[in-house]
Structure formats: structure tokens, C-alpha cells
């Protein structure tokens, strides 16, 4: 029967590929409009200028690319976009990762021990529940790596094991990626429920080496992410990011008391309400718009289904109760993993229901305070669930007796197929993410700022190499000063302080700005660029300050042109560190000898 199991996961699929990429060459809805203008300008940045992308000229009056939380250009499989351009590119990012994902979640259900078909239906929770597919059919790109997560927690399995350090190694750069491919929100909240899995683990068998070769891998991680997490720690020292108050389990609704707990259950991961397409005044980016209270509401529903939409369906749930009934050891650390975090998922209804929040109780740690609402851990916390699913359809398959019988093999594939047919039917709702034909556009002539972008797309700008005030930049307390062509102010892309004299923009593009001046004094130079401390005049005759928060340097009277670059001071010091924790992997996976598993050391149900 192995045949027909493995041809339900490759359909399940071929299914999802289908609704992805049958879009063709069509844009897309919400943050999938800022994720493919992101991969638009690091691509042009490497292929078309041959630097690292640093600086974004062209959105929300000039921001930073590499210390952007999103930035993906350092991950590995950024090949596809390089390859293939943003916008079938980024599509076939989420094909890869979805496809990484059921190979990586079955071979993991595999090493746990659980049979053929319980590790198909592991596989299918894991990577097609709501709360991956709502997020990623709105844009959410970053959440996509969940793909890569069974393959990291396998290999920490692996290195706990078989006392590895080649797995450990492995496991590390696996966790780097998450973190070079955009995926913040993801690493934190695996090294969460890791740090809650390694715990309980390491108490229950009494070894020490969990700890070790359980947590070290994202100590490792960290070394090897430096060339992007030196220069974004030294950015957010200056301008720290506070995300505010998170979005609300019940949007608008009163206060029910104890019982929002199991309501709040149900909604989240028994709910079966479709990720419906934004309505049609909806679906354009919301740059410069004003919304009414009705607007308001509905954009609050839709921001409740996002974030706290992790629909698994009645199977896999009760699946998961009979593993800890069954199987209580061998659960018990994925059943502490899926309770803790999901007391953060759902900390607004325990909020409600005791007055005590859990999630305001971890706010004051680092990165937690900028993920707005414990929602975002909700992808993690399917992972334990998927795992304890195929835990318990294992133990129905074999019996107490521990042998499978063919009749129970046909009722756990029943089961298997059950729930991948109705997580693949909801699955194709991706399709719907991208309707929008392709917004043919040209680079302009001149570059000018304006307020918005054409037609309302981050991408059209850009393509169209030009700038907009406006846009979604992801990020709070950095300046967003520059100012458009329509409004009071506005005195040119770049301009002489005093009005004498001439300042015109040569170029402008990633990284890098040309102005050739022509003044008889003395006088100060503004560019209308939001001003960040990492910018440097390449000849070293200035020293670059902000002006109203943009861009700005003193200039003598002559006739000049003037070149600045972005360049944040530690971005060598980063790279270095990612090239001595390479070498550190390198080293544990070729040259360090490994411990053979020891009898019964592979886990097994």
C-alpha cells in the first residue's frame, strides 16, 4: 500500500502547485504586492547594480533593504528569483518551501516511528492547517519557510540522538535560513516551543546532551545570520521597533467570561470559515486610503482570520487525544509544547476569562514585544498538533497487541485521505491571491517622490524606478520624512539649503546616490531621502546628518559630484561572523567524528 500513500501526499501536492502557479505572471493581493516590490529590488540590486542590496530608494521615501526583517536575498534558495524574477519567482518559493515541508514533515513523522500512513497525515496538518494557508494566501511570504521547520526539528532530533554535531550543524544553518529568508516571526516562535520541548525532554530521559545539542544549534544559528542580524542590531539600537497593541481574538465582541476559552479553541483550530477574497475595494493596497467604521470592521474580521485562523479540522484533534491517552510518554513533550503555546495563541480569551494575560507576562522579552499579538505563534503550534496526530493514528493502526492488521492499515488511510482531501480542498484558495494582471510599466524618465504608487502598487514603483511617500514599510520608529512632489514643502529631490546655486539629481539607486552641484558658497545640500546614520560621502570630505530627518551634508562652493553610499558601519564585522560560523559547521560536519546511536536511541512511539 506504500504506493497509494505516497501518491496522496504527491497529489495533495500537485494540487496546491496548481492553484499557485496556474496565476501565471498575475500580481498580488496585500502584503504579496510588498513581498514581490522586496524581491524586485534586491534582484535589480545584485543583477542590475552588482552590490548587496542596502538601501530601497523607491518606497515610503527610502528605506533599508538588508536590516529589513523581510529581506530574503541571503537565503539560499533567493536563487529561483534571481533565476526567474520577483513574481514567478517568489510563487515558486512558496512551491519549493510547500513541497520541503510534506518530504521534511514525513521523514520526520518517519524517525519519530510512526507508520506510513499516520506520517502522510502528520505531514498534511503540518503544512496545509489555516494558519499557514491564511497567512500566506494574503502575502504573508515570510511564513511560507515553515516549510523548513520539520527539517530543522529533524535534524535536532538527530544531533540529540545520535550525539551529532553534524546534525547539530545542520540543524543551525536550517535555523539561520529561517532568519535569512524573512521568517522572524517563525524562528522565535520555534525556538520557543524547542526551548519547551528540549526541557521536558531532557527531564523525562535524564540526559543532559538534550540540553547541549538541543539548544546550542541556534546559538550556532545566530553566528552564522550575522551578516544580517550585526547590522539590524546596530540599526534598531537607534531606531527600536514597538509594535503596539496586538489584534483581538473576538474582534468587537463583548466579554463572555470563562467561557471564551473553549469557544476561543473551536474558532482557532475547528473553524471552518474559507480565507475569502478581500472585497474589491479592498484588494488594492490601502496606501493613502481612509476608511470608514464599516471598513474598519471588516478589515478587523479579516485581521482576526489571519492571525487566528489555524483550521485542522475535527480528526487530527482527536487523533491528538488519543496519542496522549495511548502513547502518554512518548507525547507528553509535544503535548507540553502545544498547550504552553497555545496559552499564548489564545492569552486574549485567558485574559477574559481570568484577567491574568500570558502574553503581556513574555512582551518584555527580546523581538516578542514587536510580534503584536500571540496569534503569530499559532503556525508553531500546529507543528506539536500535527506530531501528536500521527502519534495517535500510529497507536490505532497498531493495537495493543503492536501488530498491524490490513484492516486497520485501510482504516488509518481512510483517515489519512479524509483529512488531506479537506485540507487540500481549502488549500486551493490560494489561487485567489493573485488576481491582478500584470501592471506593464516602464522606469520613468526622472526620478520624483510621489504620495502614492501607480495604481496603488509597491511593485509599479519599483519597476517604474520611482519614489512614494507612502507604502508599507513593516517598521515603526524610523522616520518617514521625505516628501512628495503635491505637497507644501516640496523643494526637489535634492536642493541647496540657502536656494543659490544648482543641486540636481544625477542617479539614484540602491545603495548609492549621484548629485552634481554647482554653488559659489558655501552651503548645505538636502536630498529628499529619509535620513538613516549609515549614510557616507564616498570621498570622505563630509560627514552626512539628517535635516528634518532626510538626507543632508555641508558642501563647498564649487562645482562638484557628490556620491553617497549607504553603509552601515558593521555590515564587515557581520559578514565576517557569518564566514567563521560557516567555517564552524563545515567543520563539525567533515572533520568532527560522530558518536554512533546508541541501541534504541532512535526515536521511536
Request: without cysteine; proline residues 6%; hydrophobic residues 50%.
Amino acid at each position: 500500500m506504500r504506493l497509494p500513500i505516497r501518491l496522496l501526499l504527491a497529489l495533495f501536492g500537485v494540487a496546491i502547485m496548481i492553484a499557485v502557479l496556474s496565476s501565471g505572471s498575475n500580481w498580488g493581493v496585500w502584503d504579496w504586492d510588498h513581498h514581490f516590490a522586496l524581491l524586485e529590488i534586491e534582484r535589480a540590486a545584485i543583477l542590475d547594480h552588482h552590490v548587496i542590496p542596502l538601501w530601497n530608494p523607491f518606497i515610503a521615501g527610502g528605506t533599508f533593504i538588508l536590516q529589513h526583517p523581510l529581506s530574503s536575498f541571503l537565503s539560499p534558495d533567493f536563487v529561483l528569483v534571481l533565476l526567474f524574477g520577483a513574481i514567478l519567482g517568489g510563487k515558486l518559493l512558496l512551491v519549493l518551501r510547500l513541497v520541503a515541508g510534506l518530504v521534511g514533515a514525513y521523514l520526520l513523522a518517519r524517525e519519530i516511528g510512526m507508520a506510513e500512513e499516520a506520517a502522510i497525515l502528520s505531514s498534511v496538518v503540518m503544512n496545509a492547517s489555516g494558519a499557514w494557508l491564511v497567512h500566506v494566501t494574503y502575502g504573508h511570504l515570510e511564513w511560507s519557510l515553515l516549510g523548513y521547520v520539520p527539517w530543522i526539528i529533524l535534524s535536532l532530533l538527530r544531533a540529540i540522538e545520535r550525539r551529532s554535531y553534524a546534525w547539530a550543524a545542520g540543524a543551525a544553518v536550517g535555523i539561520s535560513v529561517l532568519y535569512l529568508g524573512g521568517g522572524v516571526y517563525l524562528l522565535f516562535g520555534l525556538a520557543f516551543f524547542w526551548g519547551l520541548w528540549t526541557a521536558v525532554h531532557s527531564i523525562l530521559e535524564r540526559k543532559p546532551r538534550v540540553l547541549v545539542f538541543g539548544l546550542t544549534p541556534f546559538i550556532l544559528a545566530g553566528v552564522i545570520a550575522g551578516a544580517k542580524l550585526v547590522p539590524s542590531w546596530e540599526l534598531f539600537a537607534t531606531h527600536p521597533r514597538e509594535a503596539g497593541q496586538g489584534f483581538p481574538l473576538f474582534y468587537g465582541d463583548s466579554d463572555p467570561g470563562w467561557i471564551d476559552l473553549p469557544r476561543a479553541l473551536v474558532f482557532t483550530l475547528l473553524r471552518r470559515a474559507e480565507p475569502s477574497p478581500v472585497p474589491e475595494d479592498m484588494l488594492i493596497h490601502d496606501v493613502g486610503r481612509r476608511f470608514t467604521q464599516d471598513d474598519l470592521a471588516a478589515r478587523g474580521r479579516l485581521f482576526q482570520d489571519i492571525n487566528f485562523g489555524g483550521y485542522v479540522g475535527i480528526l487530527p484533534f482527536f487523533l491528538a487525544f488519543v496519542a496522549v491517552i495511548q502513547r502518554p510518554r512518548s507525547s507528553l513533550p509535544w503535548l507540553a509544547g502545544f498547550l504552553i503555546v497555545m496559552l499564548l495563541v489564545l492569552s486574549d480569551a485567558v485574559k477574559r476569562a481570568t484577567g491574568l494575560d500570558p502574553w503581556e507576562a513574555l512582551r518584555g522579552l527580546p523581538v516578542l514585544s514587536n510580534l503584536r499579538t500571540g496569534g503569530r505563534f499559532l503556525v508553531i503550534a500546529i507543528v506539536p498538533l500535527a506530531v501528536l496526530s500521527g502519534i495517535g493514528l500510529t497507536s490505532m493502526e497498531e493495537g495493543r497487541d503492536g501488530q498491524v492488521s490490513r484492516k486497520r492499515r485501510r482504516f488509518a488511510f481512510l483517515l489519512a485521505a479524509i483529512v488531506a482531501v479537506d485540507l487540500g480542498l481549502r488549500a486551493t484558495i490560494l489561487g485567489t491571491a493573485f488576481p491582478y494582471p500584470p501592471n506593464d510599466v516602464s522606469p520613468s524618465e526622472e526620478f520624483v517622490t510621489q504620495s502614492e504608487s501607480p495604481g496603488g502598487f509597491d511593485l509599479a514603483a519599483v519597476r517604474m524606478r520611482m519614489g512614494f511617500s507612502e507604502g508599507h514599510t513593516n517598521l515603526t520608529g524610523f522616520p518617514r520624512a521625505a516628501l512628495p512632489a503635491d505637497k507644501g514643502g516640496y523643494r526637489g529631490e535634492t536642493f541647496l539649503l540657502s536656494g543659490r546655486g544648482t543641486a540636481r539629481l544625477e542617479e539614484i539607486r540602491p545603495n548609492d546616490i549621484f548629485v552634481h552641484v554647482r554653488t559659489d558658497r558655501a552651503d548645505r545640500l538636502v536630498i529628499n531621502q529619509n535620513w538613516a546614520d549609515a549614510w557616507v560621502r564616498v570621498d570622505d570630505t563630509g560627514r552626512v546628518t539628517p535635516f528634518n530627518d532626510r538626507i543632508s551634508l555641508d558642501v563647498a562652493g564649487g562645482d562638484e559630484l557628490i556620491h553617497l553610499r549607504y553603509q552601515p558601519r558593521l555590515l564587515t564585522a557581520g559578514i565576517l561572523l557569518s564566514l567563521f560560523g560557516l567555517a564552524l559547521a563545515a567543520t563539525a560536519v567533515f572533520f568532527h567524528p560522530q558518536a554512533r546511536p546508541t541501541k534504541g536511541s532512535r526515536s521511536r512511539l
